[in-house]
């Protein structure tokens, strides 16, 4: 079992930057893939960004990349997201994901573990 918890999810204006966090219990997750989703009212959950379990790999979604980053500390079973240059359009519930498989996957289905999300609101 894994437990993520997510945190740093506020009120930001336009053009702003957040850093949202993801911790992690449980002596594994250094062998997880580790993802961020979004949720905004009336859509589908949709991929953020993905980091591979040594930090050596990421994807991004093409409306975030270039504003988004995604790291993470496995010595603090921890996974960041870095948002700069916040649009209004990036404001939803933003959740961190586990995935324990060995495919570095961009679905949500492919997730096992989640976060209870946290919310993100950009002000125009």
């Known amino acids: 079992q894994v437990q993520l918890v997510e945190s740093g999810g506020g009120l930001v204006q336009a053009g702003g930057s957040l850093r949202l966090s993801c911790a992690a219990s449980?002596?594994?997750?250094?062998?997880?893939?580790m993802g961020w989703f979004r949720q905004a009212p009336g859509k589908e959950r949709e991929f953020v960004a993905a980091?591979?379990?040594?930090?050596?790999?990421?994807k991004y979604a093409d409306s975030v990349k270039g504003r988004f980053t995604i790291s993470r500390d496995n010595a603090k079973n921890t996974v960041y997201l870095q948002m700069n240059t916040l649009k209004p359009e990036d404001t939803a519930v933003y959740y961190c994901?586990?995935?324990?498989?060995?495919?570095?996957?961009?679905?949500?289905?492919?997730?096992?573990?989640w976060g209870q999300g946290t919310q993100v609101t950009v002000s125009s």
């Open positions: 994901a586990a995935d324990t498989s060995v495919i570095f996957a961009t679905s949500w289905y492919r997730y096992d573990y």
């Open positions: 980091i591979n379990p040594t930090g050596a790999n990421t």
């Open positions: 449980g002596r594994t997750f250094s062998n997880y893939n």
